[in-house]
Each structure stands twice: as structure tokens, then as C-alpha cells.
């Protein structure tokens, strides 16, 4: 489950997409966080949030009941916030204000408000296929590099006459 929310964190933010120069105003900035807001990003934030405070659930049995809860709120109050604080150069950088004004006008769009209603099952969809894939391929990467192991040891070794006391 853990690395299922690590995952899921990857995929989210790699989703965002990037392309390249650097601009930087406060406008530009407010640009990119309606951007991130009409991809619904914070909740996708405290998707996360939630998965990964419940992954640590068992840690949690020695804290009040009500920590967990707490937590969430309190994290929910100020961290998405530093969360934009840190993403929102990363975008600067890769976009432009002009790339960032086509997106907003693309998820506006009738397209784009159904690609961000959709995204979700797109992703849980995508790993569950990407896992699969996975397994598929390190099973094959594992039989390839014990095939060639095989191959190499056997071609390594030297056959040695049969040993003949002197005498």
C-alpha cells in the first residue's frame, strides 16, 4: 500500500507535464495555481494525505483516537500551501505564461473539464496495468540474466584431464 501511495504521488505530479521557459510574476504565479486548482490538485493532495496517514494507522494505536483526524486537518490548514510554494517555480520554470493561459483555456474546455473528471480512473487504471507490466518485465529481466549467467559460467569453465597421481 505504501508504495502504491508513492506511486500514486509520482504519477500525479509527473501528470502535470512540462515544456520550457522561465518567466516569474506574481499574475503568472496566480496563473499556476489556478491551473493546479482546476486540475483539482488539492484533492488529489489530500487523496495522498489521507493514503498515507492510513498506511501508518498501526503506529497510530498508541495515540489518541482523535490524532489521526487532527493530523489531517492540520496538514490540511498549511501544507498545501508550502506544497504550492515548492511546485509552482518547477512550473515557472518548464512553462510559459502563454502555455500556462492554453492549459487553463484547455481545461476549461468541455475536453479538459472531462479529461480532469476522468484522470483519476485514467491513473488507478494505468497503475494496476503498469504493475502488471512490471512484474512481467522483472520476470523476464530475472530469466534473461540467469539464462546468461548460465551461458556464461558454462563457456567460463575449463575442463581439466582427469587428475594421475605421479609416481
Known amino acids: 500500500m505504501k508504495q502504491l501511495t508513492l506511486i500514486s504521488l509520482f504519477v500525479f505530479i509527473y501528470s502535470f507535464g512540462f515544456s520550457q521557459t522561465t518567466p516569474s510574476t506574481d499574475t503568472f504565479r496566480d496563473k499556476v495555481i489556478y491551473m493546479l486548482e482546476l486540475q483539482n490538485s488539492k484533492q488529489r493532495f489530500e487523496l495522498v494525505m489521507n493514503q498515507l496517514i492510513d498506511v501508518q494507522a498501526p503506529l497510530l ?63 488507478q487504471e494505468s497503475m494496476q496495468v503498469g504493475r502488471i507490466w512490471g512484474e512481467q518485465l522483472g520476470q523476464k529481466i530475472a530469466e534473461r540474466m540467469l539464462e546468461e549467467q548460465s551461458t556464461f559460467q558454462i563457456d567460463s569453465v575449463e575442463v581439466l584431464p582427469p587428475y594421475k597421481k605421479n609416481e
Open 61 to 123: 494505536n498508541t495515540l489518541p483516537p482523535d490524532f489521526a483526524e487532527e493530523l489531517k486537518a492540520e496538514i490540511k490548514k498549511d501544507g498545501f500551501s508550502q506544497l504550492y510554494d515548492l511546485l509552482i517555480p518547477i512550473y515557472q520554470e518548464h512553462l510559459s505564461e502563454k502555455e500556462v493561459d492554453a492549459i487553463i483555456v484547455f481545461y476549461e474546455s468541455p475536453e479538459g473539464k472531462s479529461l480532469i473528471e476522468k484522470t483519476p480512473f485514467i491513473m
